[in-house]
């Protein structure tokens, strides 16, 4: 199969390079695209590369019947609907790494230019005027820099703002008092940040709750004359509320390389003689541009190829020592999942998943998905992926139980899925046997030893002389060939069971006789 990829915005030949030598990958690139042809055309598309200047909307996700990922060659993905992208089964993936050093170091250029008024005194020369008593600044050292968003970029601005020896106070909602003593930082809330800071820079993502973070109140907390520098997102400060504080004095200068609105080239805050600024540049260095598209294109490459996406955005990261642990019992999970939906006749309400022995040491979030995938994937077909399942099930209102359990029977490690219905509640068990791949080890109370492929034959039925003989005529007349066979019973002459693997789809014709056999209660035809 050949996919098709797309790539809207410019990005760097080299950057590239990962796709145009990937076999079965197709690479078009058009970066004219209006929205309403990008809408007509992306239906052509399995994958779709972007940076910020393509906006994929909610309208344009839903006319990308192929899509199956998008790839945004930067950190953020405000410019993509994710919402759309997971209720439609897409992956999202970014470049969290690649432009880490070009935005620090832009931070940093901003901050020094800041303090010492550079760019103003240049634009002074520029126009004939040596005057330097309009353009004294103030020294980094000693001064106490306040960091909101301490991940990779707020880390790294951190580290170089110390190296200038400024005092360093931080907020991060995962940031601990431990952690900030390792990175020599001192610990505080934002409300801390805001108060004690001399020069304040952002570098969380633009999110629901950060949107307008630094806001009227937050000004109205700081000291007279700070400093502020957002080389991260706009909207994270309220440009309104920036504009009055400048103008009554209360801050001293802002250096601002995003807006809420791009591109912002009559912005009233560029009108301020305190304001300098940058067209979004935080990115735009050549190692960056390279890089981001680089990662983005090998995530691309790996998910269409049938790996795993390293940097997702619309599912949690997993480390890549915790995948590794996990990855083998993918496919288990998913075979465990579908088993079920052959054995559970009614609809499904509840669907609960055990992890035990060396499960209950690694994070399974990743196998629940693929589980719940499983799950739909007979009934909702390939729309169904490890992106929406969590979303599609919920929307079928089906309630999803997690547990970890010290309970493993004896295995080194057991995967328990159990659903319940209206009348029923139907159990399936499953481990990694060493050197032997994958093995379902108990259906419902009954042991048995069934690699989880192929076709296979559930049958429950009363423990009596001859019952698996009828089968095997039944099946042998209807030229069905049986490659193995598990039996289990609960007492003499009580409930039993028969798993067969056979070689062929049974027929809806042959199933209906082996239902009529005598002593059978049910057959379940299973195909994996």
């Not at 945004?72 to 209720?87: F, K, P, Q």
């Not at 570098?203 to 109205?220: S, V, W």
């Amino acid at each position: 199969m050949v996919y098709k990829v797309l790539i809207s915005d410019p990005l760097s030949e080299d950057g590239i390079q990962p796709l145009r030598e990937a076999e079965n990958i197709e690479v078009t690139m058009k970066t004219d695209f209006t929205p309403e042809e990008l809408a007509l055309h992306i239906g052509e598309y399995d994958a779709l590369l972007v940076r910020s200047q393509t906006k994929v909307t909610r309208e344009i996700i839903e006319q990308a019947k192929r899509l199956k990922i998008i790839g945004r060659a930067g950190v953020g993905v405000d410019n993509i609907d994710l919402d759309a992208a997971t209720e439609h089964g897409v992956i999202v993936v970014n470049a969290p790494d690649g432009n880490t050093n070009s935005a620090a170091e832009h931070t940093i250029a901003m901050l020094m230019s800041l303090a010492r008024k550079i760019p103003q005194a240049f634009y002074a020369l520029k126009h004939q005027k040596w005057d330097r008593k309009s353009h004294v600044g103030v020294e980094l050292k000693n001064k106490t820099l306040g960091v909101i968003g301490m991940g990779r970029i707020g880390v790294e601005v951190a580290a170089r703002a110390k190296g200038q020896r400024m005092n360093v106070i931080a907020y991060d909602p995962f940031l601990t008092e431990e952690k900030a003593d390792k990175l020599g930082v001192d610990y505080g809330s934002v409300e801390d940040v805001v108060q004690k800071a001399d020069f304040i820079t952002v570098h969380t993502p633009l999110l629901k709750e950060t949107r307008h973070l630094i806001n009227k109140d937050a000004f109205e907390k700081m000291k007279d004359g700070v400093q502020i520098i957002n080389c991260a997102r706009g909207g994270i400060i309220d440009e309104d509320a920036l504009y009055e504080a400048i103008v009554n004095k209360k801050v001293a200068g802002a250096a601002l390389d995003v807006f809420e609105e791009e591109p912002a080239v009559n912005h009233k805050l560029l009108e301020l003689p305190e304001v300098i600024a940058t067209p979004h540049l935080g990115a735009s260095t050549i190692e960056a541009q390279e890089n981001v598209a680089i990662d983005v294109s090998h995530d691309v490459v790996h998910f269409l190829t049938g790996g795993l996406a390293t940097n997702p955005v619309n599912l949690p990261s997993v480390p890549s020592e915790v995948m590794k642990k996990i990855e083998p019992y993918f496919r288990l999970s998913e075979k465990l999942g579908t088993f079920l939906t052959y054995l559970a006749e009614e609809a499904i309400e509840e669907i609960s998943i055990y992890y035990a022995g060396d499960l209950t040491d690694v994070q399974v979030a990743p196998l629940t998905r693929n589980t719940i995938k499983g799950l739909l994937k007979r009934h909702l077909g390939e729309h169904v992926n490890d992106v929406n399942a969590s979303f599609l099930a919920e929307k079928k209102g089906i309630t999803i139980n997690e547990q970890k359990t010290s309970t493993s029977k004896g295995f080194t490690n057991l995967l328990t899925v159990q659903v319940k219905t209206s009348k029923t509640t139907r159990t399936v068990a499953g481990t990694l046997l060493n050197g032997l791949g994958a093995r379902i080890v108990k259906v419902d109370n009954y042991s048995v030893d069934v690699i989880p492929e192929g076709h296979l034959l559930f049958i429950r039925h009363k423990d009596q002389p001859g019952a698996i003989g009828r089968v095997g005529s039944l099946l042998a007349e209807h030229d069905v060939n049986i490659a193995t066979m598990q039996v289990g019973r609960s007492d003499v002459g009580g409930d039993a069971i028969m798993m067969l693997t056979i070689d062929k789809h049974l027929e809806k014709e042959v199933l209906e006789q082996l239902i009529n056999v005598t002593d059978i209660y049910a057959v379940n035809a299973i195909d994996l």
